[in-house]
């Protein structure tokens, strides 16, 4: 296996036909015609392949009017894509091969910056990264925002991506945003596409912060910033023991905190992350070792590994590698560093920007892709699902004292999520948007193995199905928008108290539902079909085991731990 993965870096190297930056999410046969787009990952949670007819580039807010008003003539499906296409379920797909694509690629500018009102508006094409650190440049800081800043305004705004944080209006991105330009589509008399200002005094502002893209293609978006702070980091290694008690207090205790959990080593890393005033002294960074160009090499090697510890169900393998990995992660503080080049001691201060998110592989020199970004699709090297849901922070210690009876049944079966950085938790306070989370909540989120064969269980995959299943469904969580696969989904939009409200605004905005797709109706609950029952779906997370027939050609599919449910029932604890 790991031969003929070297073998096939050394033709792209003589070839040189490749650089290292992650693609266009959007790949055209023909022009700008008969395309295909997908994720960063290279797959959508069901492997299906998503066409369009068309991609569109526009380059000013009055060209993005113009495309809008032609799809919403024509009453065709349209979507927006954005610059590197990190949400894993199918947002950006427009559904059937004459959809068309808008790509917010070169909407890429800062419209405007306020100091003295400390307000900042962009175009919805920016990146993160270029955000935060022109906020800077101006001595202003967006407190909150997701940990890799590969992602555009608009991209995270719809799926509602975060920091972590109960502090203050708490760590979701949508909580700063005080106005948002959308264009959508419009009536005859209104040309049939129209530019609707939205500001913080508006109720719509609730459903278009958390959109997941049904409503329009986003403009601009103005955020109300803070002056420039700088954090200090220092990051401990703890025993796991009354871990759900410790985490409501840590939340409580720390801005920024955040706490992987790895219950295989029956330790937790507790990430004490706090303001600090600007003066303070220190220059760190956050480099994180994820986010890095890495090797190809390397990276096949940690994938050709784990593809024959699967196959020969080496679980003393994976545990031994997992507890390497967090062993070397902890010892490089994660990537952090006092100056930029070297980690000296804790703790770690520097300037926000410089502390809170971090991508450096998308800064890759070209190299024929000897070196890439580890989710890189093209070399297929690095391919895995992720989980993620939210669950109130007051039934945060049952569903850690659930997820230790699990593991107490065989110590070894989740070192396959530690091998990926463990359960990492973070804070996420309760929030007015429609789509957001109704209260103060722990974010759970793992990465795990994904076999390139559908049909393929992975090994110990009944735990990994029960925690998810067991938070999603004991727990009532809610899955992130941008992450996750089907079973998330199943009835979701009956978990929002609001999802009236934000049904009511979509109906305003887009009358004909030409931003809607098969995929956005059905977890809002207007289509049935985010259930995909068909041979192998449950080792896919595309259903939950109604037949046994449903989980694996085999006939075997264990739901929970010593049984196999052959009638309709999730991988749950009862009670």
């Given at each position: 296996?790991?031969?003929?993965?070297?073998?096939?870096?050394?033709?792209?190297?003589?070839?040189?036909?490749?650089?290292?930056?992650?693609?266009?999410?959007?790949?055209?046969?023909?022009?700008?015609?008969?395309?295909?787009?997908?994720?960063?990952?290279?797959?959508?949670?069901?492997?299906?392949?998503?066409?369009?007819?068309?991609?569109?580039?526009?380059?000013?807010?009055?060209?993005?009017?113009?495309?809008?008003?032609?799809?919403?003539?024509?009453?065709?499906?349209?979507?927006?894509?954005?610059?590197?296409?990190?949400?894993?379920?199918?947002?950006?797909?427009?559904?059937?091969?004459?959809?068309?694509?808008?790509?917010?690629?070169?909407?890429?500018?800062?419209?405007?910056?306020?100091?003295?009102?400390?307000?900042?508006?962009?175009?919805?094409?920016?990146?993160?990264?270029?955000?935060?650190?022109?906020a800077a440049r101006n001595g202003l800081a967006l407190p909150h925002t997701p940990y890799w800043w590969g992602l555009t305004v608009a991209g995270l705004l719809a799926t509602g991506a975060h920091g972590s944080s109960l502090w203050g209006k708490g760590s979701a991105v949508h909580e700063y945003v005080v106005e948002m330009r959308i264009v959508t589509p419009a009536s005859e008399e209104e040309g049939y596409a129209k530019v609707r200002s939205i500001s913080e005094y508006d109720d719509e502002l609730d459903a278009a912060k958390v959109s997941i893209g049904v409503l329009g293609v986003v403009s601009q978006v103005t955020f109300q910033l803070q002056p420039l702070f700088k954090r200090s980091i220092t990051y401990e290694m703890r025993s796991d023991s009354d871990l759900g008690e410790e985490l409501i207090r840590f939340g409580k205790e720390h801005e920024f905190g955040d706490v992987s959990w790895y219950p295989t080593q029956k330790m937790a890393v507790f990430r004490v992350d706090d303001r600090v005033p600007i003066n303070h002294s220190g220059n760190g960074l956050y480099d994180s070792i994820e986010f890095r160009s890495t090797p190809s090499s390397q990276l096949a090697s940690s994938r050709a590994s784990e593809e024959h510890q699967e196959a020969t169900r080496d679980v003393n393998g994976k545990c031994t590698d997992a507890r390497s990995v967090t062993s070397s992660d902890f010892n490089s503080a994660y990537g952090l560093t006092n100056n930029g080049k070297n980690f000296t001691g804790y703790p770690v201060i520097g300037k926000n920007n410089r502390m809170q998110s971090t991508g450096t592989c998308l800064d890759s020199k070209e190299d024929a892709l000897r070196t890439i970004c580890p989710f890189d699709s093209r070399l297929k090297l690095r391919f895995f699902h992720e989980s993620t849901f939210t669950i109130a922070l007051s039934k945060i210690p049952s569903f850690i004292k659930d997820v230790e009876k699990l593991f107490e049944l065989d110590p070894k079966a989740l070192c396959g999520l530690e091998l990926y950085g463990g359960i990492l938790m973070r804070y996420v306070k309760a929030s007015s948007a429609y789509l957001g989370r109704a209260e103060d909540s722990l974010d759970i989120d793992f990465v795990y193995y994904k076999s390139k064969d559908p049909f393929t269980p992975r090994l110990y995959e009944d735990f990994f199905e029960e925690i998810e299943q067991m938070g999603l469904f004991k727990y009532g969580g809610l899955p992130h928008w941008g992450k996750n696969r089907n079973v998330a989904f199943k009835e979701v939009i009956n978990k929002y108290p609001n999802a009236n409200k934000f049904l009511s605004v979509k109906r305003k905005y887009d009358a004909q539902g030409i931003f809607s797709s098969e995929w956005t109706d059905q977890i809002l609950g207007l289509k049935e079909g985010v259930m995909i029952m068909k041979d192998g779906c449950a080792l896919e997370g595309l259903c939950i085991c109604s037949e046994d027939r449903h989980c694996a050609p085999s006939k075997k599919y264990y739901c929970r731990p010593g049984k196999v449910y052959k009638e309709a029932r999730v991988c749950a604890f009862e009670g």
């Open positions: 296996m790991l031969k003929s993965h070297l073998f096939f870096f050394l033709l792209f190297f003589i070839n040189g036909a490749f650089s290292s930056p992650p693609p266009d999410p959007v790949q055209c046969s023909s022009g700008n015609t008969h395309c295909t787009i997908s994720n960063s990952y290279g797959a959508f949670p069901d492997r299906s392949t998503c066409r369009a007819s068309r991609v569109l580039y526009p380059t000013t807010e009055k060209e993005l009017i113009s495309m809008v008003a032609s799809a919403s003539k024509s009453n065709t499906k349209v979507k927006a894509a954005t610059r590197y296409s990190h949400s894993i379920p199918k947002l950006a797909c427009p559904g059937g091969k004459d959809g068309i694509i808008i790509s917010t690629n070169k909407l890429n500018h800062v419209v405007n910056i306020d100091v003295k009102s400390r307000r900042m508006t962009v175009e919805g094409g920016v990146l993160l990264r270029d955000l935060i650190n022109e």
